[in-house]
């Protein structure tokens, strides 16, 4: 299976029902300044070139972000702070991201989360973190080949990946690494990964001052030079 066809089979999932009627009906609703688009509405797949050697790992898609525009982190704040970040230390080709056909790409990177539908409250129960769990199992598994290193944003994304990586063959330390932003960790195992912890591009990080841009560059450029990015 190629990543084109795990996304593809990935978007028909209805495997979590609290999560199906939520993003559906977030879809239907709408929020009034996007009354006349069509939301996605659906799980949203990762995003980037099959052959990523970064990895950036987030939570899950925003209700009126990528659960709108059906791409990962696309449409809300949280993007405008991330693909900022990303045009500016050389991981993307634009810094914003509005919609699947704005002509946005990645360099070698490929983001994604490890739940692929928005949740209530932005808050994924543990089962359907850990239902959702297979597709980023296979995704890793399909990366493997050229993935070198991963930025994890925030502490869910962290606390569901370690458990996937150590399945896949990785070699992660008990007691388990800790998150915290700025962190850095290497795994042996299938290939050398290493692991880089920055707290969650959200709203309530940011506006609050305690993320900044130069603290997403900082963590981004470190985890570029790691993944072999020119």
Not at 7 to 12: G, N, T, Y
Not at 173 to 202: A, M
Request: charged share 20%; aromatic share 8%.
């Amino acid at each position: 299976m190629t990543l084109a066809e795990m996304d593809a089979e990935l978007i028909d999932c209805r495997a979590c029902p609290r999560l199906v009627a939520w993003r559906e009906q977030v879809a239907e609703t709408k929020r009034a300044a996007f009354a006349g688009e069509t939301y996605w509405g659906r799980p949203v797949p990762g995003f980037g070139p099959a052959d990523a050697s970064l990895g950036i790992v987030g939570l899950a898609p925003a209700a009126h972000g990528a659960n709108r525009t059906g791409r990962m982190f696309t449409g809300d704040r949280s993007g405008d702070v991330l693909y900022r970040a990303m045009y500016d230390v050389g991981l993307a080709t634009k810094p914003e991201a509005h919609h699947i056909g704005d002509g946005l790409e990645l360099i070698g990177t490929r983001i994604t989360s490890p739940v692929h539908c928005a949740p209530p409250a932005n808050k994924p129960t543990p089962a359907e973190r850990d239902t959702c769990g297979r597709w980023l199992a296979r995704e890793l598994e399909l990366l493997r080949p050229t993935l070198r290193a991963i930025v994890v944003l925030g502490g869910f994304g962290w606390q569901a990946l370690l458990p996937v990586l150590a399945a896949a063959g990785w070699e992660v330390p008990r007691p388990r690494p800790k998150f915290g932003h700025g962190v850095q960790y290497v795994l042996d195992g299938p290939t050398e990964l290493r692991l880089f912890g920055c707290f969650h591009v959200s709203q309530q990080n940011t506006f609050t001052g305690r993320l900044t841009p130069a603290m997403v560059r900082e963590v981004l450029t470190t985890a570029k030079t790691a993944a072999g990015i020119p």
